[in-house]
């Protein structure tokens, strides 16, 4: 069997490096998301964790990992009797991959078996074997939401749950939490952020030397992977005894007032939402103290804490990237008061030995101090005191920006300021042309950039029909979870039981199978039946937008950008995956194809540029190419085009006449449109009502795609969604 890599040949990621290091020492923690661009050594490092854990004592036999001084009361392997037999085992790297299923992950009841033969057999999921180990979930932002809150719960909890039929399930889950994700494929909603304990962002090195370096150790680990582990061996070894001397430790550190006072300062400061913040924070710090030696908490330690706890749990927008302005944590950690006597009045200011640790030079080794008996992060950046060089350069906050975020240089390349206002727009072209004529003035129809007006809640706009996609919040689809609205002979193993039908389907053989009068039904694999629910689907929401000079004036230009944001908004809160076409001066473009990522949109769009002719055919044509392309990648996901424009086309020899028969060919392969007219002015033709007709598409206005008092549209929504 190949080794794994090992930890501490690990080059730079500092940040990463500590933060699993403070979760194998307290898992109370709560976990690391491990945000960063792809290729980044983010599954490398959290698999070299795996081999620093000390081995764990499990009761012999027992399917849940129970600890022998300890058992877990209720494990379904149990009642366990004090002094059973115990075996050792290395603890467990469980992997959770994106496309599992809430049995896989939290185990199943075979209910054939329960019914037919009377036996409640349970067969344990991944839950179960991370127990006591490190649960792996890389791109835990693609996870479906149901499954990411299950985990999450169960890691909270350290308990499993399974309640399905009438039975009850529960065994012990304690483990170590480890996600990955590249934040350019799609974010995680807030309310998952803040369940995981520390985020660390983490980017490729830029130094050519570090770079270097990382293609040196990893073509030595890929030429012969057993002698490049044991030339790291003893490294590893000293860190995994650390880790063990920190965890026996970690009882015996006290948090001072003055720190706990410290770290409910600069929560508050900062606007966490409710109090786990200041837990992380909290046992984080104590960690920190384990790890370094310490027996007391310092400043240094709860500086430390936050800058790890607290960045992903100030995203107040789904287009903020998550991030932490270091000077105002510093200004929040030094302007913290005094801690507050229980009896009114002032404990006063921390200890002498307080103010040195702030300053880095205290007694007791802090970081940046240089102590010998607590290494951490030197000035060549050896995070751990194992000797592995001055190639080991960190990959600290300093060097770590998010990465592909609205404002933060995204994917377009061009950085937006905070207001959404580009910074620097490109001059292309000077033909000037007639706007609308509520304007009262000739816009440029060269590239300009309007200010996005501000994202609203924006109406619902689903899918035609019941599909069968992946689990959502936007169309009718036939899923795993959602109301019951039938039953059906189950296609493979059954997971789930429609107690009715399955009673129905066995009543009318009851005679035939010799059922005596008042006697228990007989049941047989025929008869189960499984129930069919109804819920709704993620979808692929493709924009695909008029950049063209009749739509340059700025403030219809930053009306058309708040509205289609506010539909990007949606997108997000709805789980669907986005594109973006747009199309000006002679031609159309994908500016995003279909992603995950309502924030790569939103930087797109913010940084559009307007101007020139309008060749809607060659919009329509490119999104209709694009559909189709998706449709074969991912033929489950169905799609809504959203097309926004006010109708106009003046490029080609026909420009109507063929956008009418492109927008025909859209509509008789079934696909699903909602056509959002821009069109203003006294004047109006009409064009985009009659583009929506052809295509079958619902017709909204502008006004109305953001309109929040619509009585009567909301119920309309409503017949169409049931």
């Given amino acids: 069997m190949t080794p794994p890599y090992p930890f501490s040949a690990v080059v730079g990621l500092a940040d990463l490096r500590l933060a699993l290091l403070l979760n194998a020492v307290s898992p109370a923690i709560g976990g690391v998301l491990v945000r960063g661009e792809k290729g980044t050594a983010k599954s490398t490092v959290v698999r070299a964790l795996a081999g620093l854990l000390p081995s764990v004592d499990v009761v012999a036999g027992c399917r849940f990992g129970c600890d022998p001084a300890a058992p877990y009361a209720a494990c379904p392997d149990g009642p366990h009797e004090a002094g059973q037999d115990a075996v050792v085992r290395r603890a467990r790297l469980v992997e959770l991959p994106v496309g599992a299923t809430e049995d ?70 304690r483990f170590l939490l480890v996600g990955t994700m590249n934040p350019e494929e799609g974010e995680l ?98 960690a920190l103290a384990a790890w370094h030696g310490r027996d007391r908490v310092t400043p240094q330690d709860v500086r430390d804490a936050a800058r790890l706890a607290l960045p992903h749990r100030r995203r107040r927008d789904p287009f903020d990237a998550p991030d932490l302005d270091e000077q105002a944590l510093e200004d ?12 009114g009045g002032d404990l006063g200011a921390p200890d002498d030995t307080d103010d040195r640790d702030r300053r880095g030079d205290g007694p007791d080794g802090g970081p940046g101090s240089g102590s010998d008996s607590a290494p951490e992060r030197d000035g060549d950046g050896d995070l751990d005191g194992d000797g592995s060089g001055p190639d080991d350069g960190p990959d600290g906050p300093d060097d770590d920006g998010p990465d592909g975020g609205p404002g933060q240089g995204g994917p377009g390349g061009a950085v937006p300021d905070a207001d959404g206002t580009p910074r620097r727009p490109v001059p292309h072209g000077d033909t000037r042309q007639r706007d609308g004529a509520d304007e009262g003035r000739y816009a440029s129809a ?21 599909g069968e996609g992946a689990a959502g919040r936007r169309s009718p689809a036939y899923t795993r979870m959602g ?29 035939a199978r010799g059922r005596a009068p008042g006697g228990p039904l007989r049941l047989a ?103 189709r392309v998706e449709r074969l990648r991912d033929p489950h996901r169905r799609a809504l085009l959203i097309v926004v424009t006010d109708g106009r086309a003046t490029a080609g020899t026909d420009p109507v006449g063929e956008a009418m028969r492109i927008a025909d060919g859209l509509a008789a392969g079934g696909v699903s449109a909602v056509v959002v007219d821009c069109e203003s002015g006294v004047v109006r033709l009409g064009l985009a009502a009659r583009l929506a007709a052809r295509l079958g598409a619902e017709h909204v206005p502008l006004a109305e795609v953001t309109a929040q008092s619509l009585a009567g549209v909301a119920r309309r929504d409503r017949r169409a969604a049931a």
């Fill in 446 to 466: 060269g590239q300009q950039h309007a200010e996005a007006a501000t994202p609203r809640r924006a109406r619902l706009f689903a899918v035609k029909g019941t």
């Fill in 483 to 511: 109301r019951t609205v039938g039953a059906r002979v189950p296609g493979g193993t059954l997971t789930a039981l429609h107690l009715a039908a399955t009673v129905r389907a066995a009543a009318r053989q009851q005679q």
């Fill in 104 to 173: 896989r992950l939290v185990g199943a009841l075979d209910l054939e078996r329960a019914l037919t033969a009377g036996q409640a057999a349970y067969s344990p999921g991944l839950l179960a074997a991370a127990h006591r180990g490190v649960l792996y979930v890389d791109e835990v932002n693609l996870l479906h939401d149901h499954l990411v809150d299950l985990l999450l719960d169960a890691a909270a909890m350290g308990e499993a749950y399974v309640e399905r039929d009438g039975v009850s399930v529960r065994h012990a889950a």
């Fill in 332 to 343: 929040a950690l030094n302007s913290a008061p005094p801690p507050a006597d229980p009896d």
């Fill in 189 to 286: 909603r807030p309310q998952l952020l803040d369940r995981f304990g520390l985020a660390v962002q983490v980017r490729a090195p830029r130094e050519p030397r570090e770079r270097v370096e990382v293609v040196r150790r990893r073509l030595a680990y890929e030429a012969d992977p057993a002698a490049f582990a044991a030339r790291w061996a003893d490294a590893d070894a000293e860190l995994a005894e650390r880790i063990d001397t920190a965890r026996r430790r970690l009882p015996a550190v006290t948090l001072p007032d003055a720190e706990l006072t410290r770290i409910a300062h600069v929560c508050a400061t900062f606007e966490v939402d409710g109090l786990r913040a200041d837990l992380v924070v909290a046992r984080a710090a104590l």
């Fill in 525 to 627: 694999a025929a008869d189960l039946r499984e129930p069919v629910r109804q819920g709704r689907e993620s979808n692929l929401v493709l924009f695909c937008v008029d950049a063209s000079g009749s739509m340059a004036a700025r403030r219809r230009m930053g009306a058309v950008k708040g509205a289609v944001l506010s539909l990007l908004l949606d997108a997000y809160q709805r789980r669907d995956k986005v594109g973006l076409v747009t199309f000006r001066g002679g031609e159309a473009a994908l500016a995003l194809p279909p992603t995950s990522s309502v924030e790569a949109g939103a930087a797109r769009l913010r940084e559009l540029p307007t101007g020139g002719r309008t060749p809607l055919a060659a919009g329509l044509r490119r999104a209709a190419h694009t559909l």
